[in-house]
Nanobody, 129 residues
Framework: QVQLVESGGGLVQAGGSLRLSCAAS????????MGWFRQAPGKERESVAA????????DYGDSVKGRFTISLDKTKNTVYLQMNTLKPEDTAVYYC??????????????????????WGQGTQVTVSS
């Protein structure tokens, strides 16, 4: 089993920044990638960003490109999401995810929920206007 613990959410004014963290623990062997998704009330879940564990390749949702940056610290089994120039429409619960190799390869893309095996409990990000 794998446990994912997110932190760093909160309330921020539009134009501000936040950094989310997600620490993975447990049986992380075979870890292929980690990602962030978000879901706002009444809206569908949205893929925000993803990063591969071995070579650090990244991908971003169109709505966050140029504003958000995903990164990882392999020594801490931790992935980060640096969020800059936040907008009210970024308000959502943000979920950290972890993909094992088999699941990610079968899904064909890291920007789909089907690629991921484990999910965190979520952290609320609220951006006020």
């Amino acid at each position: 089993q794998v446990q994912l613990v997110e932190s760093g959410g909160g309330l921020v004014q539009a134009g501000g920044s936040l950094r989310l963290s997600c620490a993975a623990s447990g049986r992380t062997s075979g870890l292929y990638a980690m990602g962030w998704f978000r879901q706002a009330p009444g809206k569908e879940r949205e893929s925000v960003a993803a990063i591969t564990w071995t070579d650090g390749n990244t991908d971003y949702g169109d709505s966050v490109k140029g504003r958000f940056t995903i990164s990882l610290d392999k020594t801490k089994n931790t992935v980060y999401l640096q969020m800059n120039t936040l907008k009210p429409e970024d308000t959502a619960v943000y979920y950290c995810t972890l993909a094992l190799a088999w699941t990610a390869q079968r899904a064909g893309s890291l920007m789909t929920a089907d690629a991921y095996d484990y999910w965190g409990q979520g952290t609320q990000v609220t951006v006020s206007s």
